[in-house]
């Protein structure tokens, strides 16, 4: 499927301060005349482009769904991080106001066991002056200690007051931020669930109709004609914010964007009969897991493609694009700067993927190249694939 993406001209010298808006704007008009591309060719395809793009909207909402969840998870977490300090806090309180209690008990037993004797009886006692003067400076001695001791108290029962007043509105939070992730949870499960409805009627409208590898094969083109766009859109868009170090100086040093076992290995046959062959990795790993940019660069694309359903490319510069397909959900937008090690998009089964996984390439001036041989460690692969 040609994309047809017309091409504005852009000047070769922009200043600091627009480089990054321009390359947003573009970056971002790609995306949408690509899908004014796809929603026409999807109305021609009839009930199979109606279940095409009823898997794409939906699949769009789940990666929605996702991100909320995982927004609601990291909320719970902080409240309940929260939650244990204060509990702490109190506790600490109620042992320092139980010291100030017991040291209060102490002074007024000392206090009754040295006669009960004020200021004026001391005075009016014929004794031994100096006796009288020192007991003098015991008793404003010990007024001094008691005033301390109680104005400590008073200050201990008004933060263990306070503490226990944030303690139940920390409480309360909770509750509410659970009852938000529970309906996360149950929206991502009910939108599953009709996915699961949809992707069964599409399976079986494609192998009705046949078309299982003029679909592989259209889907190929769409992503190298998709590939071809970007890096002409981003050839006049200088790459000053990108940090000294070049990709190509990071062979056999990149890490991987996510662990997991390889499913499928780049250039193992794709399907039996067709010649066609893999051009990235495809690498098992549980759903919701982070999927990591291997290297600094611009998001180029971000949205979801027939195929490899939620995808994001980023571009390294230098004619390096990394891919990352089939995600859940993704956590960047077109012309977003990221650097390694960045949280880009959550692992997942979208585009029709048959389990849960990340679909990886590396591309180097438009042909793929095997991630293995970039990549710093070594992934378990799965069968002889």
């Not at 939108?191 to 592989?216: C, F, N, P, Y």
Request: charged share 30%; net charge positive.
């Amino acid at each position: 499927m040609a994309l047809l993406i017309p091409l504005l001209g852009l000047p070769s010298h922009l200043p600091a301060g627009t480089e990054r808006e321009e390359a947003v704007r573009r970056l971002e008009q790609v995306q949408r005349q690509i899908q004014q591309v796809r929603g026409r060719l999807e109305a021609a395809r009839g009930e199979q482009g109606r279940l095409e793009a009823q898997l794409r909207e939906m699949e769009r909402a789940m990666a929605q769904t996702a991100r909320d969840l995982a927004t609601s998870e990291e909320a719970l977490k902080t409240t309940e991080a929260r939650l244990r300090e204060l509990e702490r806090r109190q506790r600490d309180e109620m042992a320092r106001l139980e010291a100030h209690r017991t040291a209060l008990a102490t002074q007024l037993r000392s206090a009754y066991q040295a006669g009960r004797q004020d200021h004026l009886k001391l005075l009016l006692n014929q004794e031994d002056p100096a006796r009288v003067g020192r007991m003098l400076v015991y008793y404003e001695h010990y007024n001094r200690a008691r005033h301390a001791r109680i104005e400590a108290a008073t200050q201990a029962l008004a933060a263990l007051a306070e503490t226990r007043h944030q303690l139940d509105l920390t409480r309360l939070q909770q509750t509410e931020q659970r009852r938000t992730l529970l309906a996360h949870q149950d929206q991502l499960e009910r939108q599953r669930r009709e996915r699961a409805q949809v992707l069964e009627k599409l399976r079986r409208e494609i192998a009705q109709a046949g078309t299982s590898l003029s679909r592989l094969q259209t889907d190929q083109e769409s992503l190298e004609e998709l590939l071809k766009t970007l890096d002409r859109v981003l050839s006049d868009i200088p790459d000053d914010a990108l940090p000294n170090q070049a990709f190509a100086d990071r062979h056999g040093k990149l890490p991987f964007p996510v662990q997991g076992e390889v499913i499928h290995r780049f250039g193992s046959t794709r399907d039996s009969g067709t010649g066609r062959r893999w051009q990235g990795l495809v690498i098992g790993a549980r759903e919701g897991e982070p999927v990591k940019a291997i290297h600094h660069g611009r998001v180029a694309f971000a949205d979801w493609m027939r195929g490899f359903g939620m995808l994001l490319i980023i571009d390294h510069g230098g004619g390096y694009m990394t891919l990352y397909g089939h995600n859940q959900a993704l956590y960047k937008s077109p012309g977003d700067w990221v650097q390694a090690g960045d949280l880009i998009a959550r692992v997942g089964d979208s585009g029709g993927s048959e389990r849960a996984g990340l679909y990886f390439e590396i591309r180097h001036k438009g042909s793929p190249v095997n991630p293995s041989q970039w990549c710093d460690s070594k992934l378990p692969v799965v069968g002889s694939r």
